[in-house]
């Protein structure tokens, strides 16, 4: 019991020492800094939180999208090694994010869970606000050719109660007076053969469907999320050697495309990303509005200029971006997708 006050006693001591810091950060010579979550506008918005591949660069960290609706962070789209980073960086405070959707497990999309979800726990701490509502995550199932795990196995081999490896992290929130941590998980067929389902449907009109698409032997996924009349679909890693992304992004207002390759890419990356040729033609049948070209590698990097052309060449004339980490895309707001 003594123990248990004096852990509290420094928690709320270093939460204090935080706050403090937050404060004096945003007020650096009297000017306040516009920070990425300053930039989030009504209806739906994206904020890029990871624009890079496995590869850590100066610019770039793993993948990691925060969807936002009427300002408020809901879903996280992907977690990859970084983004806990670029999402303290953003001044987004995640402690009622609802849902936390995997493309695929692997650890470009998937590493930084563990302190994202520790860094919710203390944003609600923070907040002085008590979270008691579950996480709900979504991720592929598993297939018989890969060594992958359905997502739920993968959600339950770290935080089970009994028996996950970081199941000791249930005991932050009570300890935090924030709430409790549980969670439901969906795992959503990696069946490429099979039509895109609804993954939810939430009361206030926000919906996220989803698709199997190919990465090669890996169980994957592609997303759409829709709110009033807008949407944005991301591609996940993906061949697209089935039409499914295009059946996935009939006339979004944003697609974001795996860009990760370019055309003559030898394997094996050949045979697990998106070639330029083929991200114009997948961009030209869904008949999406514009197009974000993320998971940049170090293959692409230094290319881009040429896989814009290439894109160009397929007949794709809206809007083409290039994605930088922390680039905010309000999808109600009318002009242009860079800030
Ligand atoms: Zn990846």
Redesign the pocket.
Known sequence: MFYHTRFLARLVLFAATTLFALTTAQAHNGRKIVLPVDKVKGGLSVMVLGSG??VATSKRV??GYLIFTDGTPRILMDA?GGVFQRIGKSGAKIGGIEHIIFT?L?M??DGALTPILAMSFFHNMAAGTVRNTPYRFAGPSANAISPFPSTSGYLNGLFSPDGGLERYLAGFPPALGAGTFTFETQDISADTALPMSTVFSDADGLVVKAIAVNHGPVPALAYRIEYKGKSLVYSG?TTSKTDNVIALAQNTDLLIY?T?ILDDTPAPFINLHTTPTRIGEVAVASGAKKLLLS?ITGITEPHLHSIKHTIREQGFSGPLKVAHDLQVINLHMKGKIHH
């Open positions: 591949g496995p793993s993948t990859g695929h692997h470009d999309h890693d795996d990760a998971h």
